[in-house]
């Protein structure tokens, strides 16, 4: 006998103007409003390969979690796609809302304390619309990827505030938008109007879609700002499948450089795989993209700290290398 399903027409959706905005486009930075106490050598390292690698033509990665859009360092990322020094965005589905609802109405994130209390939380009318454009997408053409079907509909829509949105520009830029969601995770997934199969399937062909730009990681760079789990593990998958197919025509993927940006306080010797004793073993960004899948030829960077400041110190240090490269 199959278990029920919940009924979702029982839902009652409000609008996105009734709910109170945890953050506004106050947050965003202008690229004239950092000035960076210090410049780690770590990112002096990642800043002159991703020039190496845009002279290479080699895959320039930038994999994020959801926190990097409410971070306000949107115009960061989008003059680093404008200048070719990244030429792939990934993201999980909580970063595809906050850049949509930013886009939407220049405002984003609820308190999850307050309205979980009265069974709110998520249940946002406007924010849904995500659903609408992944529904239609699918029909129109089921090898479609979400990443770009939404970057489409914002930067062709009517989005007042589409000038802050990082799909909308990587939309302008050509640059390929992966979107990897976990089904349940996202406030998106409690509407009536969203459809396993059309979600499932935008998804997995974002998958497939980086799996491709992963062939082409081979003297390029791969970022990781904020994701635990999401980055990590779609990253190791992708990369054993793209070696997989290098191996078999005589090739190698083997000498690009990670980077990752977080929280977590790693040792100096975080090169050095941490035992399976201690809590650091399970923080996947250290095993996976420090040290595994690059022992034999890459190069693996940690800087800890928070998004405000890691991504404009990027910045920072990729306009001094870039005074560099034009002197030569």
């Known amino acids: 006998m199959a278990s029920p399903l919940f009924d979702r027409s029982s839902l009652k959706i409000k609008n996105l103007c009734e709910r109170h905005h945890d953050l506004d486009l106050s947050v965003v930075l202008d690229l004239e409003d950092f000035v960076p106490s210090k410049v780690r050598e770590e990112?002096?390292?990642?800043?002159?390969?991703?020039?190496?690698?845009?002279?290479?033509?080699?895959?320039?990665?930038?994999?994020?979690?959801?926190h990097v859009i409410r971070a306000g360092v949107q115009k960061f990322i989008m003059d680093l796609m404008s200048r070719g020094l990244i030429n792939c965005l990934v993201m999980n589905g909580a970063g595809v809302i906050h850049d949509f609802e930013f886009a939407m109405i220049g405002a984003t994130t609820e308190s999850v304390a307050r309205y979980i209390k009265t069974g709110e939380f998520g249940l946002w009318k406007e924010t849904a619309q995500l659903n609408d454009i992944i529904n239609q997408a699918y029909i129109k053409d089921t090898s479609s990827g979400m990443g770009e079907s939404v970057a489409e509909a914002i930067e062709t829509g009517d989005f007042e505030y589409k000038n802050n949105s990082i799909l909308?520009?990587?939309?302008?830029?050509k640059v390929p938008v992966t979107v990897h969601v976990g089904v349940g995770y996202d406030i998106i997934h409690e509407h009536p109007n969203c459809d396993g199969a059309a979600l499932g399937a935008l998804s997995y062909n974002d998958f497939l879609k980086f799996v491709a730009v992963v062939q082409n990681l081979e003297g390029g760079v791969l970022m990781?700002?904020?994701?635990?789990?999401?980055?990590?593990e779609v990253y190791l998958?992708?990369?054993?499948?793209?070696?997989?197919?290098a191996h078999q025509k005589g090739n190698e993927i083997r000498s690009f450089s990670t980077l990752i940006c977080d929280l977590y306080d790693l040792p100096a010797a975080y090169r050095e795989e941490s035992p399976k004793e201690m809590p650091g073993y399970y923080f996947r960004p250290w095993k996976t993209m420090l040290v595994r899948t690059v022992s034999e030829g890459g190069e693996g960077y940690y800087v800890q700290g928070d998004h405000r400041q890691t991504i404009p110190e990027l910045w920072v240090e990729v306009n001094r290398m870039e005074k560099e490269f034009l002197k030569k």
């Open 237 to 245: 998958k992708a990369l054993s499948m793209a070696r997989n197919v």
């Open 224 to 232: 990781n700002f904020g994701s635990a789990v999401m980055a990590p």
């Open 168 to 173: 909308a520009a990587a939309w302008r830029e």
């Open 43 to 66: 990112m002096s390292s990642v800043a002159r390969n991703m020039f190496f690698a845009r002279e290479r033509g080699s895959s320039i990665i930038l994999m994020m979690g959801g």
